[in-house]
Structure formats: C-alpha cells, structure tokens
C-alpha cells in the first residue's frame, strides 16, 4: 500500500495530515474519516475513489471548509480551507448541476461574479470566454430546462470555472448521466484540464472514468475512511477513448479494483 505522505511534489495545493472526522447520531458517532494523509500537487487531476458511503465526498467538502475535521489539519494553498474559501481559491462542481431555472445560461455564469462585485463589461467578457471553453457558445440566451443534463452540467463547469480558480473541486458531476454522454464529457474535461493547466480533485465511482481522467487515483476503504492506495496513470497526456482497451490502461484499472476489495479487509 502507497502512503499519502509519500508524494514527491514540491509545490502542494492540497496538504492533509491525520484528518480524522466523526458525525455524532442518535445512535452514537460515526466514522466518516480516519487518519487521512495526502498531498496534491499543482496541475494535477486526482480522484477519489471507493464505495458509497466510504468518505470520498466528505474528504472533499473537509477541503472545500464545508465540513470541520474532527482531528489533522489541513492546508489549501497554504491556508486553512477556511481562508482559502474567502479568498476564493477553488471553484466547486456539484453532483446536480443546481442552476436557477429563471436565468438564462450566461446570467447562471455570470452569477457568482455579479455576487463579487465585478464591472459590467469584465463579467460579460469572462462568462463568454468560459461557456466558449466549455462548447456552449450559441446557447447564452438558453435556460437549462431547454438544455440536455449533460448541457446544464457544462454550465455549472463554466460557472465554477468563471472566477478564474486554481483548483477546482468536482463531486460526482457526472454520475447521474447516461454512459454515451459521460464518455463525451469525460473526453471534453480532460482536454479542459490539458488547456486550463487547473488542480483538479474529483469524486467518482466509476473506475474507467477514475483511470481516463486522473494523474493520480486515490482508493478509499468503506467507513471509516482510509486511504488503501495512490496509484499513478502514467497514461500520455494526449489520450483519447481508444486507450480504455489498451493493457496499460487495463492494468491500472485492475489495481484500483484490487484496491477497493483490500479496502473490505476493513469492514467491522
């Protein structure tokens, strides 16, 4: 098993030491996370990966300051997650793309810069050039109920995109798309990634998917939350569908699966 600890990268976005987090219940505490390490580095797109339930989104909204760790520190960019949500380091796609259904695309966009304060004509000029980055140009004037899911998702992309984040967070984004779609946008995002040079940290519980995208896997244990592996794709940089039937892509796939049945020997 890989420890977290052990990433070689200078230049950390992302610093996790120790974070443990327990949620208090009717029927006593339970363990969502438990002494999680990690390190990302600049530029790189890590995914989180491991059965429902197993902590994934959790270790996610703990680095977006939408959880508190019950124990561990944790550092974004060098600050608390906390200092980094004011500064508005990082950019956050959800599972659902949860756009207003009375604005057209472009007002979704615009949206959180209007919320910032910024002028008129550099709000319009940012939101063109994200929904361009995201294929949607021609469709500003559009709601997202004239939008297909995987339309409103790209919105939400460019919306989070928009504020000219470093890092963006992206739970699940397309989980709740039909396979013909999902294999589309992965496609896109990767080039997305490629051009935009982000940190990406992104949820899933897709293995080909974890594998297509990613630099770095992380295999998460069932509750409490663990990490069992990290697992390098050194896959080139350039890659498209076609190399999901190549060996080497076959050959990490099956050392995350390996990962996540490992993960059950720490089932209670």
Same mark, same amino acid.
């Given at each position: 098993?890989?420890?977290?600890?052990?990433? &070689?990268?200078?230049?950390?976005?992302?610093?996790?030491?120790?974070?443990?987090?327990?949620?208090? &219940?009717?029927?006593?505490?339970?363990?969502?996370?438990?002494?999680?390490?990690?390190?990302?580095?600049?530029?790189?797109?890590?995914?989180?990966?491991?059965?429902?339930?197993? /902590?994934?989104?959790?270790?996610? +909204?703990?680095?977006?300051?939408?959880?508190?760790?019950?124990?561990?520190?944790?550092?974004?960019?060098?600050?608390?997650?906390?200092?980094?949500?004011?500064? +508005?380091?990082?950019?956050?796609?959800?599972?659902?793309?949860?756009?207003?259904?009375?604005?057209?695309?472009?007002?979704?966009?615009?949206?959180?810069?209007?919320?910032?304060?910024? *002028?008129?004509?550099?709000?319009?000029?940012?939101?063109?050039?994200?929904?361009?980055?995201?294929?949607?140009?021609?469709?500003?004037?559009?709601?997202?109920?004239?939008?297909?899911?995987?339309?409103?998702?790209?919105?939400?992309?460019?919306?989070?995109?928009?504020?000219?984040?470093?890092?963006?967070?992206?739970?699940?984004?397309?989980?709740?798309?039909? *396979?013909? &779609? +999902?294999?589309?946008?992965?496609?896109?995002?990767?080039?997305?990634?490629?051009?935009?040079?982000?940190?990406?940290?992104?949820?899933?519980?897709?293995?080909?998917?974890?594998?297509?995208?990613?630099?770095?896997?992380?295999?998460?244990?069932?509750?409490?939350?663990?990490?069992?592996?990290?697992?390098?794709?050194?896959?080139?940089?350039?890659?498209?569908?076609?190399?999901? *039937?190549?060996? *080497?892509?076959?050959?990490?796939?099956? +050392?995350?699966?390996? /990962?996540?049945?490992? /993960?059950?020997?720490?089932?209670?």
């Amino acid at each position: 098993m890989n420890s977290a600890s052990a990433s &070689t990268g200078i230049n950390h976005v992302v610093e996790v030491k120790e974070v443990c987090l327990d949620f208090p &219940t009717k029927e006593g505490v339970v363990k969502a996370l438990s002494n999680v390490d990690l390190n990302i580095n600049a530029g790189e797109f890590v995914s989180f990966i491991g059965p429902s339930g197993c /902590g994934k989104t959790t270790l996610m +909204r703990v680095l977006a300051d939408l959880e508190q760790p019950t124990s561990g520190s944790v550092l974004v960019n060098g600050m608390s997650p906390a200092e980094a949500r004011k500064q +508005r380091a990082y950019g956050y796609v959800f599972q659902a793309p949860a756009l207003l259904p009375w604005r057209t695309v472009q007002d979704n966009v615009l949206l959180p810069l209007e919320i910032m304060g910024y *002028e008129s004509g550099q709000r319009q000029q940012l939101a063109q050039e994200y929904l361009q980055l995201v294929n949607l140009s021609g469709f500003e004037d559009k709601y997202p109920w004239q939008l297909s899911g995987g339309m409103q998702q790209r919105v939400s992309i460019a919306r989070a995109l928009v504020i000219e984040p470093q890092l963006l967070f992206m739970d699940e984004p397309f989980g709740a798309l039909d *396979e013909i &779609t +999902r294999d589309h946008l992965n496609d896109q995002l990767l080039r997305l990634w490629q051009q935009t040079q982000k940190t990406v940290v992104f949820v899933t519980h897709s293995i080909p998917e974890a594998v297509f995208l990613s630099s770095r896997i992380v295999v998460m244990s069932p509750r409490p939350g663990r990490i069992i592996d990290i697992i390098d794709c050194n896959l080139p940089a350039d890659r498209t569908l076609d190399i999901r *039937e190549s060996p *080497e892509f076959l050959a990490i796939a099956q +050392r995350v699966r390996a /990962g996540l049945a490992a /993960g059950h020997s720490y089932d209670d």
